[in-house]
């Protein structure tokens, strides 16, 4: 089968790091490109990739070559580009965040549906290793009825670049709670009733937020709790889910990542010392955490081209975490819980 043409849209870290080595990764997919203004990056990207540079957006849509647009550029302008992707027939993917709010989203997928092309998002969390642990303990019955999920990813200090400014959609709410609001949705199954938000923007010299609790009430009565923080240099567990048979608390991040900077995703592999802890309210034992695999993201995607399998990270389940990122902000602007 020949390989569909893949061209990346910025080569910051989530375009050099992430997605252009993901998809230099993928059976039926193929790296042809990398879009950067900068001359410079221009000649790294050719020196790195040994791809084609494009000098921006307008010209990988001008190629009639290239079948998937890839988004690694702000937060900000994704709807903008997306659009413009999806209208000139090019099946596109975007970062996380997919965008800054509802009504762009919205934009986004009625693009999406005009053009008959694919539009997902990059939720590589899914393929977390804790996440999958948290679900396969849920889905065996181990932790009984979940009714309380907390999920937590703190740092100390605020970010630098694009992320840490509030208008190109910088910070932990937007960066971060978009992986821990979907983790959330898709361990629970259930629709979200109501959103509570707690924001803060306590740096002397950012504007991004410091601090951001989201709450989530759910249709099946449980509660989802999303903790960002950016003022924390001793974190919370990274989750912590209480079932009716038993409590099951994880720190520490996936090691994917880590081992991806390196060049080295598939040597991914997580110390004992971080597994996570199952108690039953007698006993407590250690659960080995399952393996992550970010490569199936794109493998799902080159799949899905090629009419064999369905998209992993459909546009409902996507609307359904702007819908509650777009009602948590409201939260936050008032201080009132929003109703869905």
Not at 80 to 103: F, P, R, S, Y
Not at 120 to 144: A, P
Request: a negative charge.
């Amino acid at each position: 089968m020949t390989p569909f043409n893949v061209a990346v849209i910025g080569y910051g870290f989530a375009g050099r790091c992430f997605h252009s080595y993901l998809v230099g990764l993928t059976p039926g997919l193929k790296l042809h490109g990398i879009a950067s203004r900068d001359p410079q990056t221009q000649e790294r990207i050719v020196r790195d990739r040994g791809c084609r540079a494009y000098a921006g957006l307008d010209d990988v849509l001008k190629d009639d070559t290239i079948d998937l647009v890839v988004l690694a550029s702000p937060s900000a302008v994704h709807c903008e580009q997306a659009v413009a992707a999806l209208e000139a027939g090019k099946n596109v993917v975007t970062d996380k965040i997919m965008c800054l709010n509802l009504a762009e989203c919205d934009k986004m997928i009625a693009a999406a549906n005009h053009s008959g092309k694919l539009l997902t998002v990059f939720q590589n969390r899914r393929w977390d290793g804790d996440y999958l642990t948290v679900k396969h303990l849920m889905q065996s019955g181990e932790l009984g009825t979940v009714r309380w999920m907390e999920l937590a990813w703190q740092g100390f200090g605020a970010w630098g670049g694009w992320r840490g400014a509030a208008a190109m959609g910088g910070g932990r709410f937007f960066d971060l709670g978009a992986h821990l609001v979907d983790q959330l949705l898709t361990l629970q199954n259930s629709p979200a009733e109501s959103v509570y938000c707690r924001l803060r923007r306590d740096y002397d010299a950012s504007d991004i937020d410091s601090e951001a609790l989201i709450v989530i009430t759910f249709a099946n009565g449980a509660t989802g709790i999303a903790d960002l923080s950016g003022t924390s240099a001793i974190s919370k567990p990274r989750f912590r889910v209480h079932g009716s048979r038993a409590t099951f608390v994880k720190y520490g991040l996936d090691p994917q990542e880590k081992a991806m900077i390196a060049g080295e995703i598939d040597t991914a592999l997580e110390s004992p010392e971080h597994y996570g802890v199952l108690h039953d309210g007698k006993i407590e034992r250690p659960i080995v955490t399952l393996p992550g695999r970010w490569r199936s993201f794109y493998e799902n995607v080159a799949e899905h081209l090629a009419g064999n399998a369905p998209i992993a990270v459909p546009l409902a389940e996507s609307r359904a975490g702007m819908q509650v990122i777009d009602a948590a902000l409201k939260s936050a602007a008032t201080g009132e819980v929003v109703r869905l």
